[in-house]
């Protein structure tokens, strides 16, 4: 059973700020939501992580809502390199029994 | 920065061979995971580990095992290859604690080919 949604793909321009959101309706009080970014025949990379309301660092931002039944990955002045699967994760940080679910992902694709 | 190694890019193996896969990682996390990915799919968490000799099934463990007798290292054994094998496998490292499910460094991955 997939713990999140997120649209499968989006098409952006260069420069543009870039939106993508993830639903995670049935979130629980421990999980975290972190966001990676896979490029193809590489492994992904690790992004952002938060718990609750923003967090923002050099790569993106995220925006978690009060509810947290969803968090927003923000992508500031988008370029070509930023082509990528997008994927949102939801997990509790300190539970061993807890599944571990990627998502299918959103793939990103900048146009020039 | 953390590295998560793959100890092949590429390999092709024949059906019915015992392959191994290895995956190291340099920074003592406690947490290791083996995924598979295939095109439609995502990530599947095959198997999962939280310390040495200490292993738990993940989502799809059929066909597969695992090893880990030192902290840095952990094995993914398919016991005898099968072409539904033909994938994409990734290793993962994470730091406790509070970070067992989340944030994760990952290898290159292994596009495995059985033939």
């Known amino acids: 059973l997939a713990k999140t949604t997120q649209p499968i793909s989006m098409d952006s321009y260069e420069g543009q700020e870039v939106n993508i959101t993830c639903s995670h309706n049935n979130i629980a009080t421990n999980d975290y939501i972190t966001w990676y970014q896979q490029f193809p025949s590489q492994g992904p990379r690790f992004i952002i992580q938060?718990?609750?309301t923003k967090v923002t660092n050099e790569v993106a931002s995220l925006f978690i809502p009060a509810d947290r039944k969803s968090s927003t990955l923000s992508l500031p002045r988008v370029s070509l390199s930023d082509t990528a699967v997008y994927y949102c994760?939801?997990?509790?940080?300190?539970?061993?029994?807890?599944?571990?679910?990627f998502g299918k992902g959103t793939r990103l694709h900048i146009l020039p | 920065d953390v590295k998560v190694t793959q100890s092949s890019r590429y390999l092709v193996k024949r059906t019915g061979e015992k392959v191994f896969l290895e995956c190291v990682q340099d920074?003592?996390?406690?947490?290791m995971f083996w995924y598979r990915q295939d095109p439609g799919l995502g990530l599947r968490l095959i198997y999962f580990s939280y310390d040495v000799k200490m292993k738990e099934k993940g989502d799809i463990p059929e066909g597969y095992s695992v090893s880990r007798e030192k902290k840095e290292r952990f094995s993914l054994i398919l016991e005898s290859a099968s072409t539904n094998q033909t994938s994409m496998y990734l290793c993962?490292?994470?730091?406790?604690?509070?970070?067992?499910?989340?944030?994760?460094?990952f290898g290159p991955g292994t596009r495995l080919t059985v033939t």
């Open positions: 993962a490292s994470s730091l406790l604690p509070g970070q067992w499910g989340g944030w994760q460094y």
């Open positions: 994760l939801v997990a509790d940080g300190g539970n061993r029994d807890d599944k571990i679910i």
């Open positions: 938060g718990y609750k």
């Open positions: 920074m003592d996390h406690e947490n």
